[in-house]
Nanobody, 122 residues
C-alpha cells in the first residue's frame, strides 16, 4: 500500500504562483510515476502532467505547458507541482496519483491523494 498526502493548495490571484506537494509513504518501491490531475466543478477529471521515474515531465494539458512543472525530492519521497502564471481557469481540486508508469488515463492509477483546492481569483 502507498499513502499519498497532498498539501499547498489555497487562494491566489491571477498571475500568482502556488506549489503543491505530494508526500508518499508505504510501499513506495512499487511506484515510479506520479501524475497530477485536476477536476473543476461540473467537469471531468483532467490529466495535467506526469513526473516519470527519471524526473521527466510529461504534459497532458497543453494549457499548462510553460507554466507548470513537477519536481522530485527523493530524500523526502515528495513530488512537487510548481504552478506559475495562474489563471482563473486553473481553479480546480488538484490530485496527485501514483502508479508504475505514466499515463493520462486516471482509472489506471492505483493510489490517490486526498485532493487540494486551488482557487485563482481576484
Amino acid at each position: 500500500q502507498v499513502q499519498l498526502v497532498e498539501s499547498g493548495g489555497g487562494l491566489v490571484q491571477p498571475g500568482g504562483s502556488l506549489r503543491l506537494s505530494c508526500a508518499a509513504s508505504g510501499s513506495i518501491f512499487s511506484i515510479d510515476a506520479m501524475g497530477w490531475f485536476r477536476q473543476a466543478p461540473g467537469k471531468e477529471r483532467e490529466g495535467v502532467l506526469c513526473s516519470s521515474s527519471s524526473g521527466l515531465n510529461i504534459y497532458y494539458a497543453d494549457s499548462v505547458k510553460g507554466r507548470f512543472t513537477s519536481s522530485r525530492d527523493n530524500a523526502k519521497n515528495t513530488v512537487n507541482l510548481r504552478m506559475n502564471s495562474l489563471k482563473s481557469e486553473d481553479t480546480a481540486v488538484y490530485y496527485c496519483a501514483a502508479k508504475r508508469s505514466c499515463s493520462n488515463y486516471a482509472p489506471t492509477y492505483t493510489y490517490w491523494g486526498q485532493g487540494t483546492q486551488v482557487t485563482v481569483s481576484s
